[in-house]
């Protein structure tokens, strides 16, 4: 089974600074997905970022960056210029290449504070 | 677009009723829906799968005759939580993918429901 570990439970950052949060994901697959989703007090899931595994390059949008590293099945989210709209939850997600098997993967989550 | 709703989104109960939420995608097509259950501060955990004409598959551990799962049509996956008692009490999401091999592979989620049982 696949699992999915983030392992800073609380990050705080310096508003227009850049912080990074980390994913770690252990899979025995070859093909699957990858996503950062954001929940903020509101509770309403809002993906952030998508990452095919079989993609070299690294996804951005925006503010947003990741680093996938596949042979180190890391995939961290680089929030650049953070913003007080940025202060939420943030969930790293794993999902099957397998389309058969659709289930979402989460880590148990980074809370992001912003400092004005 | 790819937007998923709820109803309702906040609900109390007494203890011992059903209550039934609804989940339905407003501007595609399902044929897959998913119910979790969030407790504060924690993660979301999977509880059942949906399959729309199926029986919904449903995670080890969740009772499968407490909480029913219906899914219709290809936009209204239905959980109806029976004779719900106080340990029920959390916040509730769908989230639905689109078909099979249609990109993009994200799910899109509802707002959650939150049920508070007396």
């Known amino acids: 089974a696949q699992t999915v570990t983030q392992s800073q439970p609380e990050m705080s950052v310096q508003e227009a600074e850049t912080v990074t949060l980390s994913c770690t994901y252990d899979?025995?697959?070859?093909?699957?997905?990858l996503f950062w989703y954001k929940q903020p007090p509101s509770r309403q899931m809002i993906l952030v970022i998508r990452?095919?595994?079989?993609?070299?390059q690294n996804a951005t949008e925006n503010r947003f960056s990741v680093n996938f590293q596949k042979a180190a099945k890391s995939f961290s989210l680089k929030i650049s210029d953070s913003q007080l709209g940025d202060a939420a939850m943030y969930f790293c997600?794993?999902?099957?290449?397998?389309?058969?098997?659709?289930?979402?993967?989460f880590g148990t989550g980074t809370r992001l504070t912003i400092i004005p | 677009g790819a937007v998923v709703s709820q109803h309702p989104s906040w609900v109390i109960c007494k203890s011992g009723t059903s209550v039934k939420i609804e989940c339905r995608s407003l501007?595609?097509?399902?044929?897959?829906m998913f119910w979790y259950r969030q407790f504060p501060k924690q993660s979301l955990m999977l509880m059942a799968t949906?399959?729309?004409?199926?029986?919904?598959?449903?995670e080890q551990g969740v009772e499968k005759d407490k909480f029913l799962i219906n899914h219709a049509s290809l936009t209204l996956s239905t959980l109806t939580v029976t004779s719900a008692h106080p340990e029920d009490s959390s916040f509730y999401i769908c989230?639905?993918?689109?078909?099979?091999?249609?990109?993009?592979?994200?799910?899109?989620f509802g707002p959650g429901t939150r049920l508070t049982v007396l």
């Open positions: 997600a794993y999902r099957s290449g397998d389309f058969g098997n659709e289930k979402l993967t």
């Open positions: 949906s399959n729309e004409g199926s029986k919904a598959t449903y």
């Open positions: 989230s639905a993918s689109l078909l099979p091999g249609q990109a993009p592979f994200e799910q899109f």
């Open positions: 990452q095919e595994a079989y993609k070299q």
């Open positions: 899979t025995s697959e070859s093909d699957y997905y």
């Open positions: 501007d595609f097509q399902a044929t897959t």
